[in-house]
């Protein structure tokens, strides 16, 4: 049977599966990254102690980080600012407020508008970009990066790797997902990429069908991986553009 692949995990995806449920898209699950702390995440807390105009939070999951270190800090008060609604719920859910969301979940949307200036922590992975922080130096904040989680590629076992041989589309959620989906298996299925970023990832490891909704976020999304699986899972090497509420982007 015809099913979309998740590759984010169970806690990460349970509002995405819902939604394909509602659909009756059917779908299987396998993690394709995982996360452990990084070389900066020990001095994290003492660093919360200092001075800073804002603490930038760029993904859910550097979110879980930084509240980890936050209470073992002692919970400082921070002015916190997002990028997108998944980061600021993980960090709302944990009891740290936000001051500022990006309106979409792309670091060059947070650098170009973020207000105010000064000093700005921002605490992320070893894989992220120099964009955000490039931008907000040229804005003339003072960014001070830290390394405080690392992302790696999970060891898939067998009946994994046939998962993913067999996917009639392919639910990705960032660069370094499409980076461990490339290095496992030489299936290149349709994907459904949560944004532009993740889709020219795709693109440059060799899937030739790739959409994406114009906004990032679960709800677009859902949608666009609802519109793939229904046109292109009949007739995997024609594809046809899907029509979405959501309008999305194809590359």
Known sequence: MAYVLLTRGAVKDASLRERLDE?????ESVPLLEHAPGPSFTKLPERLGEAWDWVVVTSPTAARFLLRAWDEAGRPDLRVAAIGKGTART???GGLAVAYT???????????DLGGGGRVLWPTSQLAGTGLQETLSERGFVVVRENVYLTLPRRLSDAERALLDGAGVAALASPSAVRAWA?????RPPVAAIGR???QAALEAGFEHVWFPERPGVEGWSQIICDVFARAVPSKNTPTTPQSQDKGDRY
């Open 102 to 112: 990006s309106p979409q979940a792309y670091g060059s949307y947070l650098a170009a």
């Open 91 to 93: 960090l709302a859910g």
């Open 183 to 187: 290095e496992s298996s030489r299936a």
């Open 197 to 199: 970023v993740s889709a």
């Open 23 to 27: 659909a009756g898209v059917p779908h």
